[in-house]
């Protein structure tokens, strides 16, 4: 009975909040719609830059370049051609990526070190031993 009456008022809330939104997008768009579209897109520029962290971009560019270069093209397709364009763009270029570094696995031929518990790749370190 208690969930039932959760989601029932989950469900007035959700209501209720995409009624409130009707009467905020009636309430504006007569006002947005005398705005030039440079001033538009500046909102949105204003808007949006928030959601761009600088510092996570950087973080990413030490720690993996694929991963930075990916961010940043699908970046630039978003800045440069519609939403649905760019986001196809950038899913198809992850694709791809993917596909590559997925076709060029990185195997290592292990081998015991002397003298620790532990086994390290033989044809980059030299004092190792083949099992």
């Given at each position: ?81 519609e ?14 990526a993917l ?33």
């Amino acid at each position: 009975m208690t969930a039932a009456l959760a989601m029932l008022a989950g469900l007035i809330c959700i209501l209720a909040g995409v009624l409130k939104l009707g009467q905020v997008a009636q309430f504006f768009t007569p006002i947005f719609y005398l705005l030039p579209e440079a001033t538009l897109g500046a909102i949105v520029v204003v808007a949006i830059s928030g959601m761009v962290k600088v510092a996570k971009l950087k973080h990413l560019y030490h720690v993996r370049r694929v991963d930075f270069i990916l961010a940043v093209v699908a970046l630039l397709a978003v800045l440069t051609f519609e939403t649905l364009q760019a986001l196809l763009f950038a899913v198809i270029i992850s694709i791809f990526a993917l596909v590559w570094y997925a076709s060029k696995p990185k195997l290592a031929m292990l081998g015991s070190v002397p003298k620790r518990l532990e086994y390290s790749d033989i044809r980059k370190t030299t004092p190792c031993q083949a099992c």
